[in-house]
């Protein structure tokens, strides 16, 4: 498949998913936008957080822990919980509720849980209907438009998280670095855009390598929730065998497991995600796995994070990684949109 065939690209990409993919700017800027205009949320004695009803996006909680790790705040996921863990009783404990059409009898359980343990409750509804039919009651709440909480929305998402920490005094506002950010993220697209051949092109050339192999991407510190993003857009954009893991389990158990079978391990590929705000030791413990694999003839290859601060480092990977994935599944000649779920 030509990468650089533009009438083809958009034949197999029904679904208009590189839209999308290119929308990251106007989501955070729109999720921001939205954060501002809305008061001080008067929880005054949070020091854990509690989300629930993130199903699109599990790794949005792992993301936003990397954001807010210069704060003192736990952030924990309740997703697949429908029992509140010990540790989450009392007004030092913030639960999070995220409403859509789906899950509102599971928030609604939770929310009497939380009510029971003294906890303190934040409602995000998705929508207005939802607000409308969901029990009145005197909850401090935040209603989004439909277009939120969904698989191609996790820059809005996010940031509308964070938004709501912020707004309890958690965390900082960051108004001036989301500018820096947007410049940057622009700036990714211009480099890896549909428009741009592929001998300019870093992501469609890394997609070109990771065709016909098996795909593992590994992250440490700061990029582990990356890693995860990118395994997952791959799985679901190119519908392509990926997995994620984190260097340090790398290290001490699957390093061991590179020789078996040898045809397999021969046409894999491992890409490392490297970032300067991580610890000199995890950098340096990323290097030698990369080259001790390289020696046992595997395919290796590095992503250094973009961006003066990690803000622009963590979001320029996360939306090179949707590049990546989206060419990768042009290679494969399948529609990035469509996923297989179970009911």
């Known amino acids: 498949m030509n990468l650089d065939d533009i009438s083809k690209i958009q034949q197999i990409d029904q679904g208009g998913m590189l839209d999308e993919i ?54 924990f996921s309740l997703e697949n919980h429908l029992i509140l863990p ?25 929310l009497n849980q939380g009510l029971e343990r003294n906890c303190e409750i934040f409602l995000l509804f998705k929508n207005q209907s939802i607000q409308d039919n969901f029990p009145k009651g005197t909850f401090p709440n935040w209603v989004l438009n439909d277009r939120s909480f969904a698989r191609t929305t996790i820059g ?12 309890v005094g958690l965390v900082p506002d960051i108004t001036e ?73 790398l290290v001490q158990h699957s390093l061991s497991g590179v020789l078996n079978p040898e045809k397999i391990a021969q046409q894999s590929m491992l890409i490392f995600l490297k970032s300067n705000f991580n610890d000199l030791a995890i950098e340096n413990l990323i290097d030698q796995a990369k080259i001790e694999l390289m020696c046992n ?12 601060n990690l803000l622009s480092q963590l979001w320029t990977t996360i939306l090179f990684g949707d590049f990546l994935a989206y060419y990768l599944a042009i290679a494969y000649e399948c529609d990035p949109s469509p996923i297989t779920l179970l009911s």
């Open 177 to 249: 670095e989301i500018h820096t950010l947007i410049k940057n993220i622009d700036k990714t697209i211009q480099n890896n855009d549909f428009s741009v051949p592929i001998a300019r092109n870093p992501a469609k050339r890394l997609a070109g390598q990771m065709v016909g192999r098996w795909l593992k991407i590994v992250g440490g510190g700061l990029m582990i929730p990356v890693a995860n993003h990118w395994s997952d857009q791959i799985n679901q954009f190119a519908k392509a065998l990926c997995y994620s893991e984190n260097i340090f389990h």
């Open 297 to 308: 003839g595997l395919g290796t290859d590095t992503y250094s994070a973009q961006g003066d």
């Open 156 to 167: 809005f998402d996010t940031f509308i998280l964070y938004g709501i920490l912020h707004k």
């Open 86 to 110: 010990n540790n989450c009783a009392g007004k030092r404990n913030l639960i999070i509720l995220l409403l859509n059409n789906e899950n509102a009898n599971e928030m609604k359980n939770l």
């Open 22 to 75: 290119k929308n990251l700017s106007s989501q955070i800027q729109s999720s921001w936008s939205f954060v501002l205009q809305q008061q001080t949320l008067n929880f005054p004695h949070i020091n854990q957080i509690f989300f629930a009803g993130l199903s699109f996006h599990k790794n949005i909680s792992e993301i936003l822990r990397v954001m807010v790790s210069e704060s003192n705040v736990d952030i």
